[in-house]
Structure formats: C-alpha cells, structure tokens
C-alpha cells in the first residue's frame, strides 16, 4: 500500500493537499458520499477536500453485473439529491452521471466488464461544505 500526497505545481485544479493512495482507501475518504459498493475491492481512492469544488474517486473491481453497480449507485446518489441523467454506453464503457445544485456537483460512475470481472470507476466534484 502506497500513499502519495501531490506535489506537482499548484493550478487553478490542483492542491498541495490531494491525495490518492493504491489498494487502499486513502486517509479521510468520503465514505458517505462514494460508498464502496459491497462485494467490491477498492484499487486505488483520491480526494482533495480543499479544492473548490472538492474532489473524490474510487476505483473498485467486482464481481458484479454492470447492472447492479449503477442500480446501487443510482440509489446512493438519489438518497443524497442528486439526479440522474440518462445513461450512456461508449464502446463497452456503462457510464452513469448524476448532478446537483442546479448542476454545479457532479458524479460519474463508468463501469467496464472485462472476462467476468467488473471494474468501476466513481468521480464526484462537489461543494467543500458537503463532502462528507
């Protein structure tokens, strides 16, 4: 498990206090906002709660259908007010987004079957003040 803090040189995007980690769910993750689903093993986790909007991703592999990861995460993402808008598939990519605050934070869930194993990817930019 290796974790990393970012050190690149600040932007309009970037923060000293970003951080990822590999295998791990890294310090402070917002569990409350990208729960895992269960069943899943997280690969890698950042987030930066000092940037505006803050910022969160999780990616995870399963077992699960790509049906059955964008249902539990279209009720996670319902249960705290944000709205779906319609799904899309590129290639063999399912991608779901969900907004909020008149579309000022957003969440993507993009999920990929690859030979019966399923790997997703959760993004979420929200307002500092509701990551939780």
Known sequence: MSTASSSAVPS???SASASATVNAMVAGFPTKLIPVMPG???LST???ATANPSTASLVASTNAAASDILAFYA???SAQGFTSVPAT?????DSQDFV???GKET???AVVEVNGRTTYTVGASVAPGTIK
């Open 12 to 14: 309009a995007s970037a």
């Open 40 to 42: 899943s093993t997280p």
């Open 46 to 48: 950042s987030y930066d």
């Open 75 to 77: 009720g996670q993402f």
């Open 89 to 93: 598939k590129v290639g063999s990519t």
């Open 100 to 102: 909020r605050s008149g």
């Open 107 to 109: 969440v993507n869930v």
